[in-house]
DNA sequence: GCGACAG
DNA sequence: ATCTTGTCGC
């Protein structure tokens, strides 16, 4: 049960304009903070998705949490709404965060990491929806994407686990990291109160057979069946 | 000014 | 994101 930072709950964050929720996000900016995640301390990683109806009537936002050890399910729950902010490049989070955030209060386990489909500090004001979850809930979060957004890097090699850095104003913002062999590589880019190596370090781990991590992987199919089911 | 643009 | 099955390849 996630626990909304009081000094968040000051002001208005979630306003209905574009210009609002840059201002939102600028402000809240100012929280987020790069910190090291010991790798013994994560023993139940959790996986956050959204999936939405063709026609954009309804929306499943489903998280899903794993052992990390041994991979297996723990704990899922999901919230069925309909979306109250478009899809706008950099205003990610105001369109899922508000359902996920409800799907999370049903969570009877605490994770000790959240990853988030999206990008964390690659966001054009380092905002993305990685940061905004992390500093909503003050807990670790990080992003795993599969397309570009903003920054340039270099094709990291063919092999597992080869990455390069993802750069910005001359600013490492994220990797560019190959999960499995021959496979299109994803977009790796810290949270909240955690550290790009240690984030790097844990979605290879999540990813034994799969390009994205198995916690995403799920979540996703589970938000996709639920809404499949109506 | 024009195109691109996480999910 | 979503519309959509099978199929080629390792």
Known sequence: MPHIDARADE???????AEG???VQQRLAERVRVETLP?????????????????????????TVLDTASLRLVEA????????FP?????????????????????ECEPDVYLCDGFGLAHPRR??????LGVLLERPTLGVAKSAFVGRATDPGAERGAATDLV????????????RTGVKPVYVSTGHRV??????DLVLRLCPRYRLPEPIRHADQLSRARLAER
């Open 77 to 84: 729950q999901v919230e069925v709404a309909r979306p109250r």
């Open 21 to 23: 929720a840059e201002r």
């Open 87 to 107: 899809y706008v490049p950099g205003l990610l989070a105001f369109r899922e965060v508000p359902p996920l955030l409800k799907a999370l209060e049903r969570l």
């Open 195 to 200: 550290d790009l190596a240690g984030a790097c």
């Open 39 to 63: 790798a013994a301390q994560v023993s139940l990683v959790a996986g956050v998705d959204v999936s939405y109806a063709a026609d954009d009537s309804a929306l499943v936002a489903a998280v």
């Open 11 to 17: 002001d208005d964050l979630w306003p209905t304009d």
């Open 127 to 132: 905002f993305g929806l990685a940061c905004h």
């Open 168 to 179: 910005d104003d001359g600013e490492v913002i994220g990797r560019v990291l190959r999960t």
